[in-house]
């Protein structure tokens, strides 16, 4: 059994929403715990760090701009596989596509905006959640 750990997110739209307890109540329920939490501004800093992978895309300064406007839960969860794990509650990228019973599915729309405005982040590898709980949480 490998105990994983994955980067949460509740977004500037979740938190807005008062979807935070919403979305850390699925992760408890869904069995992983809560080993780190924070209420926090991103700055542009740990943002471009957090989201190089995506640099030059059109959706980038969008992205920075919407996740830097508002205040944002940060959360590492630990569980068995929770990084999938918490991928299929989060649900498909898309808040269209997202399927009924995920978090994105339930609770998030398109807007119309540049950006896709969807609820959470989760980290996509054991790799991903490493290098990003070190951009958000360095002293951990
Ligand atoms: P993920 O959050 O499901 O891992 P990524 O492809 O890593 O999705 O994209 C990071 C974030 O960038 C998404 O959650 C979403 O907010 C935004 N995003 C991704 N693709 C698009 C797009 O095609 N248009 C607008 N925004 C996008
Ligand atoms: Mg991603």
Redo the contacts with the bound molecule.
Sequence with gaps: MTIERSLVLV?PDGFQRGLTGEVLRRVEAKGYTLSVLAILTPTREVLAQH?A??EGK??YE??LEFMSSGLVTAAVIEGHDCVKGFRAL?GA?NPTDAAPGTIRGDFGRDWGT?????IV??S?SVESATREIGIWFPQS
């Design positions: 977004k989201y992978e995506h059109p959706f969008p992205l989060a990228t540049a950006v896709q405005q969807n982040h989760g996509d």
